[in-house]
């Protein structure tokens, strides 16, 4: 069946870089953006960025610019989000979740991925 | 940026009763409007898509509504596996995806 599959948990110090990946199948991988969506204990959801897994290109949220970089491994099937410079505030379940084009929606989500920052 | 204004952020509510979620946008966003619901511990699940389409395999108590700028997730007849947060999406430029602050339903 269709999935997409995350890394395990991580826990960084702060002033590291974590690389989150997500493992696509079922389907046709370089059929659908895979975007990143975060969420801080307790919060609501948070947009990062998204990598079309054919052409490799991205876009970023203003707020991650620069720190964030989504890519993609299209023989293995698997995006991977990279966050740099980490600070205690990135503490957060990271997922990746397929957007379905016709309508911009999420259809397809990860299981997540928790990032734990603490020195 | 999209603004968006999701209410109430908290809602009790019986089994079998019927709750609206409302979801306003500070811009025109056609029917780019997704709904989304989260269980504690588990990743979203989409729900409706294009402001009113069903996404496969939800049941037909979901019901969403709205063009333009004001939308609605409606939840009639309220089952126990229906209590959750619910998120509303804009998604009319991939290069900005805002998310509503979400929607607490809780058991009365």
């Known amino acids: 069946q269709e999935q997409l599959v995350q890394s395990g948990a991580e826990v960084k110090k702060p002033g590291a870089s974590v690389k989150v990946s997500c493992k696509a199948s079922g389907y046709p991988f370089t059929s659908y953006d895979i975007n990143w969506v975060r969420q801080a204990p307790g919060q609501g959801l948070e947009w990062m960025g998204w990598?079309?897994?054919?052409?490799?290109?991205?876009a970023y949220a203003q707020k991650f610019r620069g720190r964030v970089t989504v890519t993609r491994n299209t023989p293995t099937s698997t995006a991977y989000m990279e966050l740099t410079s980490l600070r205690s505030e990135d503490t957060a379940v990271y997922y990746c979740?397929?957007?379905?084009?016709?309508?911009?929606?999420?259809?397809?989500w990860g299981q997540g991925t928790l990032v734990t920052v603490s020195s | 940026d999209i603004q968006m204004t999701q209410s109430p952020s908290a809602l009790s509510a019986s089994v079998g009763d019927r709750v609206t979620i409302t979801c306003r946008t500070s811009q025109n966003i056609i029917n780019y409007l997704n709904w989304y619901q989260q269980h504690p511990g588990k990743a979203p699940k989409l729900l409706i898509y294009?402001?009113?389409s069903l996404q496969s395999g939800v049941p037909s108590r979901f019901n969403g509504s709205g063009s333009g700028t004001d939308f609605t997730l409606t939840i009639t007849s309220l089952q126990p596996e229906d209590f959750a947060t619910y998120y509303c999406?804009?998604?009319?430029?991939?290069?900005?995806?805002?998310f509503g602050q979400g929607t607490r339903l809780e058991i009365k």
């Open positions: 990598v079309t897994p054919n052409s490799g290109n991205t």
């Open positions: 999406q804009e998604s009319y430029s991939t290069l900005r995806i805002t």
């Open positions: 979740a397929r957007r379905r084009y016709s309508s911009n929606a999420f259809d397809l």
């Open positions: 294009a402001a009113s």
